[in-house]
């Protein structure tokens, strides 16, 4: 209610300015609640919505508005937008996925663990080392093994399956304040089935082995998430052997290059040791949406 009387007391300004901030309160909720259900349509567009965030880090949305983020090595990762270095930016994540132990990999997943309060899938040892080192409460480090399945969310479904690498886990003592190695377990590739039927092949880090062509041909993944920057995993002139003989997925999406210089192999190497193919291969910039 508004009073046109310019002989309003003390009390009815106080009033009229109470009242004048609460309106505004309501219109702010009303406009939050528009724009959170525009968000959330948005988010369950039924398409999968997948950005790179530099080396192996992935944030990939489900059709059913579900968060996925693999191998979140955002604070320290030279590639990473500014943004999110603040693992908040991430919004609600949902599944938290960890191919190894190397620190480009397992980075920052306890910390996201924590502000989330979700469990971390990784190699079964690597998480009984976490939970030794009190890294994450013991009920956050589920134990998974290569060939095992969990459903970490409802219709959503993770396999782990070889990689052709190392693992580790470095972590510094809080007593002697020296890092300490411990067992890392397997690496781990995985195979991630959203609700709609479309499958993810995250290789993690990898060289070659002749069962790429048992995983492709027993999964049939839609998009393959491959590393090319050779010293460390595949480069560029292996991984498009594997793509064109054994793999055949529609989508590629090359990482695991660029952020460190060890890494060298590029996108434009491995377009041209491809050649001709029917995979479409995708270079999105870190920070980059790509919609399927």
Not at 247 to 261: E, S
């Amino acid at each position: 209610m508004f009073f046109h009387s310019s002989l309003l007391s003390i009390q009815e300004k106080k009033n009229s300015s109470t009242t004048a901030r609460t309106v505004c309160c309501h219109v702010l909720s009303f406009l939050t609640v528009i724009f959170l259900t525009s968000f959330s349509a948005f988010a369950q567009d039924g398409k999968t919505h997948l950005q790179w965030l530099g080396q192996s880090a992935f944030r990939i949305t489900t059709p059913n508005g579900k968060v996925i983020v693999t191998d979140p090595w955002l604070k320290g990762n030279p590639l990473t937008p500014a943004k999110y270095k603040q693992l908040e930016a991430l919004g609600h994540v949902d599944v938290l996925l960890v191919t190894h132990g190397h620190w480009d990999h397992f980075g920052d997943a306890p910390e996201l663990a924590r502000i989330n309060d979700i469990p971390m899938y990784a190699p079964g040892d690597l998480n009984q080392s976490a939970t030794l080192l009190n890294i994450l409460p013991a009920k956050q480090l589920p134990r998974m093994n290569k060939g095992g399945t969990v459903s970490p969310v409802a219709g959503i479904k993770v396999t782990a399956v070889h990689a052709e690498h190392s693992s580790v886990l470095v972590w510094k003592d809080p007593q002697s304040g020296q890092e300490m190695p411990y067992p890392g377990g397997e690496p781990l590739g995985f195979i991630i089935e959203l609700e709609n039927g479309f499958k993810i092949y995250d290789m993690g880090d990898t060289g070659l082995f002749g069962d790429m062509k048992l995983i492709a041909d027993l999964y049939k993944p839609d998009l393959v998430l491959m590393p090319i920057g050779g010293n460390f995993t595949l480069g560029p002139k292996e991984a498009a052997w594997a793509i064109k003989e054994w793999l055949h997925p529609k989508w590629m999406i090359p990482m695991h290059y660029g952020a460190n210089p060890l890494a060298k192999g590029t996108p434009e190497e491995l377009i041209k040791e491809l050649g001709s193919t029917t995979t479409q291969v995708l270079v999105p910039k870190p920070g980059d949406e790509l919609v399927f």
